[in-house]
């Protein structure tokens, strides 16, 4: 088809051939860079208030969509006419014979304060004062499906306060913004402090800070994101995301020191990390959350519930990261591999790692999943390295798909990424091994793994085998890191 059409252009000199060939293809690109919907977000002194405005230079889409629950928060969506729309649960319908290019609503966001987060983006007032925003409670946007891939969004806000995004910044308080899916969470945190901006080889993390720390500074914020980003950087050579927004606010109920933390997709990357009020540099840096939140990011988002996958492939590769970044030793690492590994096989037990997926929300089963799924690719990557003798692992298996496959705004389902790094190293491995340790045994055989590389432990310090194994071992816990 390319050949035939490129054919034309050279030999048969046709104008409309010549637009169509040379013409078009320039004015497409000029339009990804040119989006045709335009937000305006005017921020009230409260960060309560929000007046927007929404301009589409082409047709209106059929209908605007949020969060089932944004009708409690938007009101008064109407046309530059004056002419009202009825809000529907999560929707507003757009009559078809509308001649109005801009949209107009007014938020009013009832943001929560009490209590802790634990789950995914929401609305909170954090200290008092900053406020913390899920997209969808507020942001209404055409279908993702629809001609609307791209938004330009400007945001007037009070003096002293600063915007964070998941979108390309432009400016202080613009963005350029990619559409995607309504149900992949986002967050739009307005701040009294100015975000800090580390840029990891070309990669740009933009830290936000909520609310009050005690002992760690801004400057102990950037270092722990940069150390972290380098450690996971290093595990492909470059960090999966050009851009990442991250946001830290404080805890105060907890003794861990990241007793929570979450990533989103919406818009591009995000983290968000609660962090205990008092802790220090050096205790953040000891914490596994930043370089498990960065992992995840070395894969697609995956849309079938396949959380061994998804939380196990993190949870293995946190441990590599944080010996590259020089956060902990490998004789750490390799304890707390250990330690994980027996902690995921002794809760739950009874059940596989498939059906504790399917029964996550009870207590002690999210161990048993994040700790199987990281066992099965803790002994992937050691089949690779053992059957190449240390020429291939799984990070190289990783940075294939990366190159070939990765996708930062499509979902895939677990079993297609499985099955797409089998063929990518014409092998059977991953998929066929799924089936055997997380769908009919009880529990990966980790031990047999360790056993494989030469590693014994007594309690949970390894004891390293003398002989060939070991130069895998050192392989994989290996602290050469990131070219900085
Ligand atoms: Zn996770």
Redesign the pocket.
């Known amino acids: 088809m390319f050949g035939i059409l490129r054919g034309n252009c050279i030999y048969q000199k046709m104008k409309i051939i010549f637009y169509l060939c040379l013409v078009l293809p320039r004015l497409a690109l000029a339009e990804s860079n040119n989006p045709s919907v335009h937000y305006e977000v005017k921020v009230g002194d409260d960060l309560q208030s929000l007046e927007v405005s929404i301009c589409f230079d082409h047709k209106l889409p059929p209908a605007l969509f949020a969060n089932d629950g944004s009708s409690t928060f938007v009101s008064n969506v109407r046309f530059n006419t004056g002419k009202v729309l009825e809000f529907e649960l999560d929707r507003v319908n757009i009559p078809a014979a509308e001649t109005g290019r801009c949209i107009f609503y007014d938020v009013l966001l009832i943001p929560r304060y009490r209590g802790e987060q634990r789950g995914g983006a929401e609305t909170r007032l954090i200290d008092g004062r900053e406020m913390l925003t899920s997209i969808g409670d507020w942001l209404l946007r055409p279908s993702s499906k629809t001609d609307y891939a791209e938004f330009d969004i400007n945001f007037i806000l009070p003096n002293g306060v600063y915007v964070s995004a998941p979108w390309s910044r432009l400016d202080k308080a613009r963005f350029i913004g990619v559409n995607t899916a309504i149900e992949w969470e986002g967050i739009v945190a307005f701040s009294s402090q100015v975000p800090d901006t580390v840029d990891v080889n070309g990669s740009i993390f933009e830290v936000s800070i909520l609310g009050e720390f005690q002992r760690a500074t801004a400057a102990d914020m950037s270092h722990w994101v940069r150390q972290s980003a380098e450690g996971v950087s290093a595990l492909m050579g470059f960090f999966p995301r050009t851009k990442v927004q991250v946001i830290i606010s404080p805890s105060d109920r907890t003794k861990t020191i990241v007793p929570w933390a979450y990533i989103t997709r919406g818009g591009g990357a995000g983290i968000h990390l609660f962090v205990k009020r008092d802790a220090n540099l050096e205790q953040l840096l000891w914490d596994f959350s930043l370089p498990?939140?960065m992992s995840?990011f070395m894969f697609p988002h995956i849309d079938s519930g396949d959380y061994w996958i998804?939380?196990g492939l993190?949870t293995y590769l946190q441990h590599l990261s944080m010996v590259k970044s020089g956060a902990i030793t490998a004789q750490e690492s390799w304890s707390r591999l250990y330690r994980g590994f027996a902690s995921g096989k002794h809760t739950g037990r009874g059940y596989t790692v498939a059906e504790s997926m399917r029964r996550l929300a009870r207590r002690g089963t999210y161990l048993r999943v994040y700790w199987g799924g990281a066992a099965y690719f803790f002994q992937r990557d050691v089949d690779l390295r053992v059957q190449s003798q240390g020429a291939v692992t799984l990070l190289d298996v990783l940075l294939k798909y990366h190159e070939c496959c990765y996708d930062e705004f499509r979902s895939i389902s677990g079993d297609k990424l499985l099955s797409d790094l089998d063929v990518l190293f014409e092998t059977d491995l991953f998929v066929r091994r799924k089936l055997v340790e997380i769908e009919i045994e009880e529990f990966p055989d980790f031990k047999a793994t360790f056993e494989a590389l030469g590693i014994q432990f007594l309690g949970a310090k390894p004891v390293f085998d003398e002989g060939a194994a070991n130069g895998i071992a050192a392989q994989i816990m290996n602290p050469v890191g990131f070219d900085r």
Request: charged letters at 35%; aromatic letters at 0%; proline letters at 17%.
């Open positions: 498990h939140e995840h998804i939380e993190p």
